[in-house]
Structures are given as structure tokens and as C-alpha cells.
């Protein structure tokens, strides 16, 4: 008395048929990434300085500090290398321009004795 209980197989989906879903699904991610750029921008840019804070945030918190203060502290420190970086980097433009005409004599003058060098060695 066994029965034999056929179950009916779900038809398959051909590829031809999926093809433009996908390609109108693409154009629609596309699209929604061009006109939400500055803000996808704005949420990567500060998703990845909360991963490089992250471990002074806890660092701090090991000490007891309560994690708002280690936060704006976090900030604060990374504040304070970029004001210095763009001040240092700043101080070295400012002398490199300074000085750049003394060099700029000095780099025509070796230039103009290698052009006469290579034309004395082309017949």
C-alpha cells in the first residue's frame, strides 16, 4: 500500500526572461548612486574616521573615561595633527616658493649646458 505522491516541480526561470530586470535594476542603483554621491561621500568619509578613532575611543575608555569626553577627545587629537601637518606643510611652501627663483637660475643653467652636450653629440 505504498503510494507513490508526486509533487510538481516549480517551472525554471530562463535567463532570457531575467536579463532586462537586471539590467533596469542596474541603471536604478547607478542612477540613485550619481545623484546621492555627496552624501554617500559624506557617510563614507565619516564611517572611516570613526574606524580610525575607534581605538583611541577605547583606549580611553580603559582609563574611565566616559566615552562622550574620550570621543571629543578622539576628535580633538585628530584636529590638532591636521592643524599641524597643514601648518608645518604651509611654512614649507611658503620657504620653498621664497627660494624657488635662486633654483630656477640654477636649473636653466644646467639644462642650456646639457641641450649644448646632446646637440655636440647628434651630427
Known amino acids: 500500500m505504498s503510494e507513490t505522491v508526486e509533487v510538481a516541480s516549480a517551472p525554471a526561470r530562463t535567463q532570457r526572461r531575467d536579463w532586462p530586470q537586471i539590467i533596469i535594476?542596474?541603471?536604478?542603483?547607478?542612477?540613485?548612486?550619481?545623484?546621492?554621491?555627496?552624501?554617500?561621500v559624506i557617510i563614507l568619509a565619516s564611517t572611516?574616521?570613526?574606524?580610525?578613532?575607534?581605538?583611541?575611543?577605547?583606549?580611553?575608555?580603559?582609563?574611565?573615561?566616559?566615552?562622550?569626553?574620550s570621543s571629543l577627545i578622539a576628535v580633538l587629537v585628530l584636529l590638532s595633527?591636521?592643524?599641524?601637518?597643514?601648518?608645518?606643510s604651509y611654512n614649507q611652501a611658503a620657504t620653498?616658493?621664497?627660494?624657488?627663483?635662486?633654483?630656477?637660475?640654477?636649473?636653466?643653467?644646467?639644462?642650456?649646458?646639457?641641450r649644448e652636450r646632446a646637440e655636440l653629440l647628434n651630427p
Do not use: N
Open 25 to 40: 535594476a542596474m541603471g536604478v542603483v547607478l542612477t540613485l548612486c550619481y545623484v546621492a554621491e555627496l552624501v554617500l
Open 48 to 69: 572611516l574616521l570613526a574606524f580610525i578613532l575607534a581605538p583611541i575611543v577605547d583606549m580611553l575608555g580603559r582609563y574611565r573615561i566616559p566615552r562622550g569626553l
Open 81 to 88: 595633527l591636521v592643524y599641524g601637518v597643514t601648518y608645518l
Open 96 to 114: 620653498f616658493v621664497q627660494v624657488l627663483p635662486k633654483y630656477s637660475e640654477r636649473i636653466r643653467a644646467t639644462v642650456t649646458t646639457f
